[in-house]
């Protein structure tokens, strides 16, 4: 592998936003590490990018919530690609949309397996080959569920809220290191995120992007892009993006 190729390790790249993470860093000659559960997604993905954009592309079949997979599956990859320039902690989710006490234990259990503990057994891993190799920049997904806490949304907010407390904690102990940390904040994006929530249901899905124009997964890919492609000197602490018509969690215009 070249010396000034650089690598990304993007959780979550399955679909969504990571996937448009995956063909951003591609597009611009990363080399990848792209993880997901679902493993035949994640070939495609590979084949795909690799033809395309003519970059080395990893794939490691995984959930983020189980400690022993994640520690196998990232301790498996080389020493070439343990040199990870940009770890975007993409992987996560929402399951239900009720009230405090209806909703199942369940439900919190894998939003706070996955969005938290996945988070910090990936980025527990990948800081330390950062601090090794003096350099890299992490990206969390949070979420304008991280900054305000809204009707039904009672845990997956808790654990986006978990992750912007966490962005900062991570700056402040990784700043000895030159590591970055970059948190980012989506409102409404179209994305599988509403079909998760609501357990497959894909009509109820398509009802959350009815009648305005929410976010695409690329327009947060860019703005991910970006912040990671700014000068060395440079950190982007903290993004909020909203589609235009959506001010906060409760304010809209939807015409
Ligand atoms: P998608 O449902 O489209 O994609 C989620 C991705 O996360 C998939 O690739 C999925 O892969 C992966 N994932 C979920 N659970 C696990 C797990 N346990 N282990 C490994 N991978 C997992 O949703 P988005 O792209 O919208 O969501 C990406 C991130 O952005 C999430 O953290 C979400 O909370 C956040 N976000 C989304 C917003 C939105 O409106 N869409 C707004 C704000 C934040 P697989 O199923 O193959 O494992
Ligand atoms: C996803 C955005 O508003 O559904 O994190 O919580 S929201």
Redesign the pocket.
């Known amino acids: 592998m070249s010396v000034n190729v650089k690598t990304a390790l993007i959780?979550?790249?399955?679909?969504?936003?990571?996937?448009a993470c995956a063909n951003i860093y591609a597009e611009h000659g990363f080399n990848l590490i792209i993880?997901?559960?679902?493993a035949n997604?994640l070939q495609k993905l590979k084949e795909k990018l690799e033809s395309q954009f003519q970059v080395q592309v990893i794939t490691l079949n995984?959930?983020?919530?189980d400690k022993n997979a994640v520690e196998t599956q990232l301790n498996s990859l080389s020493s070439d690609f343990r040199k990870v320039d940009v770890l975007i902690n993409?992987?996560?989710?929402?399951q239900g949309l009720d009230d405090f006490q209806d909703a199942l234990l369940s439900d919190w259990e894998t939003m706070i397996d996955?969005?938290i503990k996945?988070l910090l057994y990936v980025s527990k891993i990948v800081s330390n080959w950062m601090i090794d190799n003096k350099k890299g920049h992490i990206v969390n997904?949070?979420?304008?569920?991280g900054k305000e806490v809204y009707a039904k949304g009672n845990v997956y907010c808790a654990t986006?809220h978990a992750v912007d407390a966490l962005s900062k904690s991570m700056r402040i102990d990784l700043l000895k290191h030159k590591i970055r940390v970059t948190a980012i904040?989506?409102?409404?994006?179209e994305?599988?995120?509403s079909e998760?929530r609501f357990h497959g249901d894909k009509k109820k899905a398509e009802k959350v992007y009815e009648g305005y124009r929410p976010l695409l997964?690329s327009d947060i890919a860019e703005t991910i892009y970006f912040a990671t492609s700014r000068p060395a000197h440079v950190n982007i602490n903290d993004l909020v993006i909203m589609p235009t018509v959506q001010a906060s969690a409760f304010y809209w215009d939807k015409g």
């Open positions: 959780t979550g790249a399955t679909a969504g936003i990571g996937e993880t997901g559960r679902r997604r995984f959930d983020v919530s993409n992987a996560g989710l929402s996955t969005n996945g997904l949070g979420s304008i569920a986006k904040h989506p409102g409404a994006v994305t599988e995120f998760v997964a």
